[in-house]
């Protein structure tokens, strides 16, 4: 009978589900209510919450109670570790200007989120050097949480993390020094180095890190003279690399003395409950140059922390000479943020954009179906999604010109050979559903497009939909990110029909038996990177 009674709450989530009463990330009722309001007892309810959290249908949010899990129906994509060191070619200013065209789509798209609370005439009045000492001891306290001993006095704040990043490899290196990158990262990152004259060489990493056998050789052959390594939850899909091949690569870089820059926007977007390990937070000696930082789309919202580490000498002149203060405001706006009971903390947001994150691979599966997978997510501020066939030109221009603050096309982030079958979405998106339709409209039925018709006329009917105001603006920017980001393909031909998920209520649906990420075999950490 208990046993009846406990699957009877599974039996009830699932009516609300199919009914669409309950939708992937929404909150669960708390216990009590659902207690009361099914007339079951409170240790039957938490029992069934208990089924429904193994089964991966709910997941128990810290502090902040039940939340309802997308379940995927297809097979989760993997994201495979490079087989080989890929140099990037020198094309000047071309990549950084196609990335920042794409900069709504690496940060986060809350207007409200690290908004100043002080008047408007304040904003502006720059404070010189690192930043109040209570905002860096607010700052120093939230590193702290992720395993980082870093004392307010070595703290360095700014407005900007890609600016701290520039400083510091332009310090830290010359014109044409060699610089190995670990990929997928922010683009924002190669992008920088390819236009300071810097020779960018990339090593992919798959779901566990990278093929360490592979690091050595190029740091042995290649005379590199940087390292940086994108962190726990970097841009596009959070990896959670294990603890052996973070200390294993501390070891290498003690081993070299090279300097390491880690760039880490994202530890305060952990998908799951635990602990962050970072590099940074292995590193006794002081090599790793840590770069963190909150960034949102509004102007003056965006705000970044640098630990030079042994390389204070050198940086902080250079970090001085840039100028990157916050002001009063700015710095009051980030300690308030990084307090965990505020109402704009980091960790209430971080939710905020899990839940979001559910629903926006909900909505895109249902809408596209079997024609994406989605790589299992562990953190971070994007979706990493694999396509089943790469978009055609014509479809990727038409994205471009209306949903740059939505995805970053593959190629920018990954140099991969099968990079153009990969997009990065923006999980903190409002609203995902445009874009779905119109990847649903290019995926499902590419063939609007004439085979014969060239780049130029392609751009051409793009801008003539568009406002005629903002044509030449949007012209440069098309052929822009274009020339840099694709490589002319033919059009691929794909099915016809297209495949309709939205299911009305009452309707039969399919049992969600698959799971969202794939098995993993502890054995497996025999054969791979980690023991080489």
Not at 103 to 119: E, I, K, N
């Amino acid at each position: 009978m208990a046993d009846f009674l406990y699957k009877g709450v599974v039996d009830w989530f699932l009516d609300q589900l199919s009914q669409d009463a309950i939708l992937p990330g929404d909150r669960m009722p708390s216990l009590r209510v659902l207690s009361k309001q099914l007339g079951l007892s409170l240790n039957t309810i938490i029992h069934g919450y208990e089924l429904l959290s193994e089964d991966g249908w709910i997941e128990s949010r810290p502090k902040s109670g039940y939340f309802v899990c997308h379940r995927s129906e297809t097979k989760p994509a993997l994201l495979l570790t490079g087989e080989a060191l890929r140099t990037l070619s020198r094309d000047g200013a071309k990549p950084a200007w196609s990335c920042l065209a794409h900069r709504g789509a690496l940060v986060d798209q809350s207007d409200t989120f690290l908004a100043p609370t002080v008047r408007q005439e304040e904003v502006h009045l720059p404070v010189l050097g690192k930043g109040h000492l209570t905002a860096r001891e607010s700052v120093s306290d939230y590193l702290k949480g992720l395993g980082i001993k870093a004392h307010a006095s070595q703290l360095w704040l700014g407005h900007s993390p890609l600016a701290m990043f520039t400083q510091s490899v332009q310090t830290l290196t010359q014109r044409g020094d060699a610089v190995l990158v670990l990929t997928p990262c922010d683009p924002r990152i190669t992008t920088t180095l390819q236009s300071l004259g810097r020779h960018v060489i990339a090593l992919g990493a798959g779901e566990r890190g990278v093929d360490l056998d592979l690091a050595i050789r190029c740091l042995r052959d290649d005379s590199i003279r940087l390292i940086v390594l994108p962190s726990q939850f970097s841009f596009p899909a959070g990896q959670l690399i294990s603890n052996l091949s973070l200390r294993r690569w501390l070891a290498i870089i003690e081993e070299t003395k090279l300097p390491v820059i880690e760039w880490d926007m994202c530890s305060h977007l952990a998908y799951r409950a635990g602990s962050i390990m970072t590099y940074k937070s292995l590193d006794s000696s002081d090599h790793i140059v840590y770069i963190g930082g909150v960034e949102s789309k509004g102007a003056g919202r965006s705000a970044s922390w640098c630990l030079p580490g042994r390389h204070h000498g050198l940086l902080e002149g250079a970090f001085l000479g840039a100028d990157m203060s916050l002001s009063d405001a700015q710095q009051v706006a980030l300690s308030d943020a990084l307090q965990p009971n505020s109402k704009r903390s980091l960790t209430r947001r971080a939710r905020e954009v899990w839940a979001n994150s559910e629903r926006v691979k909900a909505h895109l599966e249902a809408r596209l179906g079997e024609h994406v997978s989605f790589v299992a997510s562990k953190g971070g501020m994007s979706l990493w999604m694999h396509l089943s066939t790469p978009l055609g030109i014509a479809g990727t221009t038409a994205l471009l010109a209306n949903f740059r603050h939505a995805f970053v096309p593959g190629t920018l982030v990954s140099h991969e050979p099968d990079a153009k079958h990969w997009l990065a979405v923006n999980v903190t998106l409002d609203d995902v559903q445009p874009l779905a339709k119109a990847l649903a409209e290019h995926l499902i039925s590419d063939d609007n497009q004439p085979v014969g018709k060239s780049l130029d006329e392609v751009v051409s009917e793009t801008i003539e939909a568009s406002n005629p105001i903002e044509e030449t603006k949007q012209t440069e920017e098309i052929v822009e990110a274009i020339e840099s980001d694709l490589a002319p393909s033919d059009a691929i031909e794909v099915e016809k029909e297209e495949k309709t998920v939205a299911a009305t209520k009452g309707e039969d649906k399919k049992p969600r038996n698959a799971t969202t990420e794939p098995l993993y075999n502890p054995m497996l950490d025999l054969i791979n990177h980690d023991f080489g």
